[in-house]
């Protein structure tokens, strides 16, 4: 089940609310939380709740070792054990084949590949759960008594399946007491609106115009046509993810959670270290704390430690070697700025810096789009006209006539420019006694929640990106 299905927008979670409300009782709504969680991950994969659910009573236990000997060595290799656990389940369904092909092609064996399909969500509630147990052997957390609260933790529905990555610190105190008032739910609604917009209108309207582009024969696809296909691609994924997001953030409100931002209008970035401090900020801030830090950080063997972290956050995102070399790419600029490369920057104009970050962002998605490295680096060649392809054609003449307006209205949305049009607005109706702000908010709501009815409507299957991760 994804949010933006009609199933969801208008059976499933209104019918949760209902039943969430009936009560006040913490204990009532945190069991009524977690078996809508529970039924929303068995939706579409029953068999793979039985990970979930195994993952979960593992690092329960674990957990509970390590708090009942700190500071012993039982402790530490109870950490270990859940943790070496825990890579073994994401290795085991998200890794085993990459591994294995390899081996195959290296050693010229024939070793057999799973058909067993990828869990969805693993790649987030697996780091989720390393973080908890991680937290409790450090001592930040006590660890959880009571195994369904920890497991409501696990499999919260709003970002179970592509995060953000919610660390159990953040949320303690909230699964035991929370208090939901009718500005936070407000701004729930909003912001989940908001989410909705970005994937429906924005993010699945250029999903199809960079498909068309990138899915063609390389052979005949023009320069310009190339461009256009990888800047829609660009769109598309921001859109996508940060619309996640966004949902995820704004369900979280409406039931009293309070979840850490995941997107900073990253496009606006003027080098790769700020790209990095605005994009998926979960993830970063997890392989920061979790694994940079204790590699030694920057401290000792610092460049050892950022392409370690950068190979690390690549594999992450997929079993295949073009994310790998999509993380290194990233390793590769970032130490380049770290060493040298910062200072040009800070020297140079503005919009030089930004439109070096942006070329960076756009190629760089060139890898992460393209499995097949040699099809991934002939598309990079065509972008900068090396071969026989023409400048432009009709298609893309077609396409980028009709989409002007669109490709201006998401690279403004990719800004906080509306943002701050409507708090200026606001604050000028303030000022003058007038305060129809709530329901220009509310119109808008329902304009989008129409227009997303009405595209959802005949479409079919459109899942986040990020669900494959």
Do not use: C
């Not at 390590?66 to 054990?81: E, R």
């Not at 399946?161 to 105190?173: E, F, S």
């Not at 430690?305 to 970032?334: E, Q």
């Not at 005949?458 to 991760?469: E, I, S, V």
């Amino acid at each position: 089940m994804v949010f933006s299905s009609l199933v969801f927008l208008y059976l499933f979670f209104p019918i949760n609310l209902i039943f969430y409300f009936i009560s006040k009782n913490n204990t009532y709504r945190n069991i009524i939380l977690l078996g809508f969680s529970l039924f929303f991950y068995a939706w579409g994969e029953p068999f793979f709740i039985s990970v979930l659910l195994l993952s979960a009573v593992i690092n329960y236990f674990f957990a509970l070792v390590i708090d009942k000997n700190k500071g012993t060595y039982k402790s530490k290799i109870a950490l270990y054990s859940a943790v070496l656990i825990d890579l073994s389940m994401i290795g085991i369904f998200k890794y085993y084949n990459f591994f294995v092909s390899n081996i195959n092609f290296i050693l010229n064996t024939n070793i057999g590949l799973s058909s067993i399909g990828l869990p969805i969500g693993i790649s987030f509630y697996t780091f989720q759960i390393i973080s908890y147990v991680v937290d409790v052997y450090r001592q930040d957390v006590p660890a959880q008594k009571k195994f369904y609260k920890l497991l409501l933790y696990m499999s919260l529905y709003h970002q179970l399946i592509a995060g953000p990555i919610v660390r159990y610190i953040d949320v303690a105190n909230e699964i035991d007491r929370r208090v939901i008032t009718p500005s936070n739910f407000s701004y729930g609604i909003n912001r989940f609106i908001v989410g909705l917009l970005k994937k429906v209108i924005i993010a699945n309207s250029a999903g199809q115009i960079a498909t068309m582009f990138l899915d063609s024969n390389l052979n005949e696809i023009s320069i310009l046509g190339a461009w256009l296909g990888i800047v829609m691609y660009t769109i598309q994924i921001y859109f996508d993810f940060s619309g996640y997001s966004d949902m995820a953030i704004g369900l979280g409100r409406m039931f009293g959670f309070t979840y850490k931002e995941n997107f900073n209008y990253p496009y606006i970035a003027k080098s790769v270290q700020d790209f990095w401090r605005r994009w998926h900020i979960s993830l970063s801030s997890f392989f920061k704390d979790y694994v940079y830090i204790p590699l030694g950080g920057n401290r000792k063997h610092f460049i050892r430690n950022v392409m370690i972290v950068w190979m690390l956050t690549g594999f992450w995102h997929g079993a295949s070697w073009n994310f790998i070399m999509w993380g290194l790419y990233y390793g590769i600029f970032l130490l380049m700025e770290r060493l040298f490369l910062s200072k040009v920057l800070n020297k140079i104009p503005a919009v030089l810096s930004h439109i070096y970050l942006m070329l960076i962002v756009i190629i760089g998605w060139v890898f992460f789009y393209y499995i097949d490295i040699t099809k991934g680096i002939q598309f990079i060649g065509i972008l900068f006209g090396y071969g026989n392809n023409p400048l432009y054609d009709i298609k893309f003449e077609v396409e980028f006539l009709n989409n002007i307006v669109f490709l201006i209205f998401a690279a403004a949305l990719s800004t906080p420019v509306f943002k701050n049009i409507f708090n200026k607005i606001s604050e000028l109706i303030i000022i003058n006694n007038y305060k129809p702000s709530k329901l220009i908010v509310v119109a808008f709501n329902a304009l989008i929640l129409i227009i997303s009815t009405v595209l959802l409507i005949g479409q079919t299957y459109n899942p986040f990106l990020y669900f494959r991760f």
